[in-house]
């Protein structure tokens, strides 16, 4: 690494083409990662419940679930519950740059929306990335999205997290355009934000009592629309102790349309 409905829809496209002066978005919730002596003890079990399963204690499937059920990134990644994926998805993950590969680890833009929170995407200029990207693309028939769940920095240890660069500010642009700015926080764990503009209030108040959603959701949900892109590109950052890469562990999506 380097060191040191029809309605909607037409709003949601003038929304687009609209020059404005972009919104910051703050995170709408946050959630740290278990300590490194409860992740030891989850990796543990985990590793037992893959390779002994049938040895393993009532007790200890108990302490698996409340580990996970206790970490918000650990539930959204491997719990297999249901969620936007049971209906949605990402087509294609592309970045501006990333790191060459050390060894057996590799630095892909696919790292970053592998729902495994160990691989990371870094990207790969010199400096802390300012201006660099990574790209999301979406079928046109996908649900509509509505957050967006960050695990920024290398959260896999902290002494990782702290070595390495985080995104501190990230423009995100749909459709070609600029749309809005997340202020994330410099926190080692995940932090949703939530990307939907409100209708005004005379049209929310409508769509309410005609059981609509009272905002624009991100996409089209239309097989017959073509595919749309979300991009995220690395405004400002907070430095790392050791490393200049800028590091995103996971960023992934949650919407409507789905049940």
Same mark, same amino acid.
Request: proline share 5%; glycine share 6%; hydrophobic share 35%.
């Given at each position: 690494? $380097?060191?040191?409905?029809?309605?909607?829809?037409?709003?949601?496209?003038?929304?687009?083409?609209?020059?404005?002066?972009?919104?910051?978005?703050?995170?709408?919730?946050?959630?740290?990662?278990?300590?490194?002596?409860?992740?030891?003890?989850?990796?543990?079990? &985990?590793?037992?419940?893959? !390779?002994?399963?049938?040895?393993?204690?009532?007790?200890?499937?108990? &302490?698996?679930?409340?580990?996970?059920?206790?970490?918000?990134?650990?539930?959204?990644?491997?719990?297999?519950?249901?969620?936007?994926?049971?209906?949605?998805?990402? !087509?294609?993950?592309? +970045? /501006?740059?990333?790191? !060459?590969?050390?060894?057996?680890?590799?630095?892909?833009?696919? @790292? +970053?929306?592998?729902?495994?929170?160990?691989?990371?995407?870094?990207?790969?200029? #010199?400096?802390?990335?300012?201006?660099?990207?990574?790209?999301?693309?979406?079928?046109?028939?996908?649900?509509?999205?509505?957050?967006?769940?960050?695990?920024?920095?290398?959260? $896999?240890?902290? +002494?990782?997290?702290?070595?390495? /660069? &985080?995104? !501190?500010?990230?423009?995100?642009?749909?459709?070609?355009?600029?749309?809005?700015?997340?202020?994330?926080?410099?926190?080692?764990?995940?932090?949703?934000?939530?990307?939907?503009?409100?209708? #005004?209030?005379?049209?929310?108040?409508?769509?309410?009592?005609? @059981?609509?959603?009272?905002?624009? +959701?991100?996409?089209?949900?239309?097989?017959?629309? #073509?595919?749309?892109?979300? &991009?995220?590109?690395?405004?400002?950052?907070? #430095?790392?102790? $050791?490393?200049?890469?800028?590091?995103?562990?996971?960023?992934?999506?949650?919407?409507?349309?789905?049940?």
């Amino acid at each position: 690494m $380097k060191k040191i409905a029809l309605a909607a829809t037409l709003a949601m496209a003038a929304l687009a083409g609209q020059a404005q002066e972009l919104r910051h978005i703050q995170p709408e919730d946050v959630d740290l990662m278990p300590s490194e002596a409860v992740m030891k003890e989850y990796y543990a079990l &985990r590793a037992k419940e893959e !390779k002994e399963a049938d040895k393993m204690t009532e007790a200890e499937f108990q &302490r698996l679930t409340e580990i996970m059920e206790g970490s918000a990134l650990l539930t959204d990644l491997y719990s297999g519950y249901c969620s936007w994926y049971c209906g949605g998805d990402v !087509k294609r993950v592309t +970045a /501006s740059s990333h790191l !060459k590969s050390q060894g057996r680890f590799n630095y892909l833009p696919q @790292n +970053a929306h592998d729902f495994d929170h160990e691989s990371v995407w870094a990207e790969g200029v #010199p400096g802390q990335g300012i201006g660099q990207w990574l790209d999301y693309e979406f079928e046109g028939a996908c649900p509509r999205v509505t957050h967006v769940s960050i695990a920024s920095g290398h959260v $896999k240890t902290q +002494a990782a997290w702290e070595a390495n /660069s &985080r995104p !501190k500010q990230i423009k995100v642009y749909y459709l070609g355009k600029p749309y809005a700015i997340l202020d994330l926080q410099d926190i080692r764990g995940v932090q949703w934000f939530d990307l939907t503009t409100p209708l #005004p209030p005379a049209e929310a108040k409508k769509a309410e009592e005609n @059981n609509e959603y009272p905002f624009i +959701a991100l996409g089209y949900h239309d097989p017959d629309k #073509p595919s749309w892109h979300l &991009r995220f590109e690395i405004m400002e950052v907070y #430095p790392g102790t $050791k490393y200049e890469d800028t590091v995103i562990s996971e960023l992934y999506f949650d919407g409507i349309d789905v049940h």
